[in-house]
């Protein structure tokens, strides 16, 4: 390893911290968007999820644990540490106690095109494959390229080439076929919004072995046609000011320099990638053989006046409250993942919601705010809907939904539905959850009290203190075979834990359980709070699995946990 484990932070919590209960409904009666009540999957095929054990790094809300790889070759996780910046490699040949076997630096490496990563660089991502561990790493100015370093897993880890990619290298995996590692270079603007880097995705052909890499082993996707004349389909979101990029840096153009890409996922043949632009609300479609974008799917809307998709607005009304509203829901994506049914691949997005806060330029506020007029027309009860209780705390786009040539909104869109999705690969939308995430966590599904409703994954007082911004946050997705079916795992970054669907039929879609690894009754900071702030969800198929059983990792970003859960098979 490059380097031991520093000594272990002690954290204590403040005394005297009291919390008030409120109760939830006793019945939640509102179907879903496929009108179903949730309901468990086919009768011998579901499956449950138990914790096995967790790695605490005893670091609290500094994103100690964000996303987890798994190697079968010697049963290690590969966990990145935003906090130190590194890989904490732990020991999973046992999953009911994992322990650390030393950390990953990068800061020092020489890459091909001479280049070496600086002090302060940061590891944003890690995948395996083969023995093979990829890294991507942020330089220590956001704004400049970055690199993916390469690594054996055995042993030392010995360091085995880096190469120089795009702006903020954010996500990175490979194919199904082992033959290319692909880099999600998100390149967002410089916190002052002074610039902003033009987003890509690195591919970097391995097939040859990572010891022989060279720079030229690099290609780079861009979304320059779509300023070059190419038409920028209707939907797309490009907003916000118009900032040059970096001294130094190629020239793109607004398009390019705006969609900053999420995440990626490759379909079964290796041939295409679909990439998500968050804030862009849009799917982009790469074609690997040329490395080149073809297409823009624009993912649309949540209505939340329709029925299954009702939701709470507000965190000062001190209640549950799970209602119909005039509102558009951006599903605005964060991770993203695929699968196959009946030999067509199918897209699975956690919708997030992100807003864009750089400098002075902001593009989010409250609903009751003077700054966001509503429309007389198309809002007659405006006075009602900006009282705190109702509307007037909702954080709302202020991109979205102006009315042409006038001051004031014609329609309502926040950022995120809190809902996962599945689409065709052409962008139609066959399933969403709705409001049905709020509607279980509200009913005690997984356990959760009420006063664990919408709450913040930093605090076990926070009862409704997250109804007004994005709720319960579905953010990590991830997909796994189990006993012939396909299901999904959804880990939600505020509430905490993780939901598994039935999802092998896309258009006949079926809850099947919830587990929250949180210790509600617990102090925050504390080792008995269990798992905060579930942030990547990794799925280990049974023929990899040290268990000899199929495993769901999480890399928990508040609590700085890692856990392993046996996925069991229901009798």
């Known amino acids: 390893m490059r380097r031991p484990l520093p000594g272990t932070a002690v954290l204590t919590l403040a005394a005297g911290l009291t919390a008030t209960l409120l109760a939830a409904p006793a019945a939640l009666a509102s179907p879903d968007p496929l009108g179903r009540t949730p309901v468990k999957g086919p009768a011998g095929k579901a499956v449950a999820l138990t914790a096995l054990g ?12 964000e996303i987890v790889a798994h190697d079968p070759l010697t049963q290690r996780l590969f966990v990145v540490n935003a906090a130190s910046g590194s890989v904490d490699v732990l020991d999973g040949r046992d999953p009911t106690s ?3 076997l030393g950390t990953l630096d990068t800061a020092g490496l020489r890459a091909a095109d001479g280049s070496v990563v600086g002090e302060g660089a940061v590891v944003n991502s890690v995948a395996v494959r083969d023995g093979l561990l990829a890294v991507a790493v942020q330089a220590p100015d956001k704004v400049q390229p970055g690199w993916t370093a390469f690594f054996g897993t055995e042993g030392d880890l010995p360091f085995v080439s880096a190469l120089r990619v795009g702006v903020l290298p954010d996500m990175v995996t490979f194919s199904p076929d082992g033959r290319t590692v692909l880099v999600a270079n998100e390149g967002e603007p410089a916190g002052d919004f002074a610039t902003d880097p033009e987003g890509s995705v690195s591919l970097v052909d391995v097939s040859g072995g990572a010891t022989a890499l060279s720079q030229q082993d690099v ?4 979304f320059r046609a779509w300023d070059e004349g190419r038409a920028l389909p209707r ?3 490009v907003f916000g000011p118009d900032v040059a990029v970096p001294a130094g840096q190629a020239p793109a153009g607004r398009v390019a320099r705006n969609l900053e890409p999420e995440y990626v996922t490759v379909d079964h043949d290796s041939a295409t990638a679909y990439v998500s632009l ?22 649309g809307s949540q209505d939340w006046s329709a029925p299954g998709n009702e939701h709470d607005a507000s965190d000062r009304d001190l209640a549950v409250s799970l209602r119909s509203w005039p509102v558009r829901a951006l599903l605005l994506p964060d991770a993203i993942a695929s699968y196959r049914f009946r030999g067509q691949t199918f897209l699975v997005t956690a919708n997030e919601g992100d807003a864009r806060e750089w400098g ?9 705010s003077a700054t966001y007029p509503l429309c007389a027309d198309a809002f007659p009860d405006a006075a009602s809907l900006k009282q705190p209780a109702n509307l007037g705390r909702l954080n709302v786009s202020l991109e979205d939904g102006r009315r042409p040539g006038a001051d004031c909104f014609e329609t309502v869109h926040v950022l995120g539905s809190r809902s996962f999705s599945i ?11 709705g409001g049905q995430i709020e509607r279980l966590i509200a009913g005690g599904t997984g356990g959760v009290p009420p006063s664990g409703f919408n709450s913040n994954h930093t605090s076990n007082v926070s009862f409704d203190a997250r109804s007004d911004d994005k709720g319960p946050e579905p953010e990590g997705v991830t997909v796994g075979r189990v006993a012939g079916r396909t299901y999904a795992f959804l880990g939600l970054e505020r509430t905490g834990g993780v939901l598994s669907y039935d ?18 009754q617990a102090p925050v900071p504390s080792r008995a709070a269990g798992d905060l702030g579930t942030e990547g969800v990794t799925f280990v198929p049974a023929d990899q699995s040290p268990t000899g059983g199929p495993l769901l990792l999480t890399a928990n970003e508040v609590s700085g946990t890692t856990t392993a859960f046996a996925v069991e098979r229901r009798r």
């Open 54 to 65: 967790s790695y605490a790094s005893d670091v609290f809300d500094a994103s100690a644990a």
């Open 98 to 100: 994992m322990t650390l």
């Open 219 to 222: 290609r780079t996707a861009t």
């Open 235 to 237: 939907g797309v979101r």
């Open 278 to 299: 968050q804030e862009a609300n849009t799917i982009a479609v790469l074609d690997l053989a040329s490395a080149q974008f073809t297409d823009l799917l624009p993912l």
């Open 360 to 368: 002075d330029y902001a593009d989010v506020t409250r609903l009751g």
């Open 423 to 433: 689409f065709t690969t052409e962008g139609e939308r066959v399933f969403d959850s």
């Open 503 to 520: 999802v092998t039929d896309p258009r006949a879609v079926t809850f099947v359980d919830y587990v929250n690894n949180r210790g509600w």
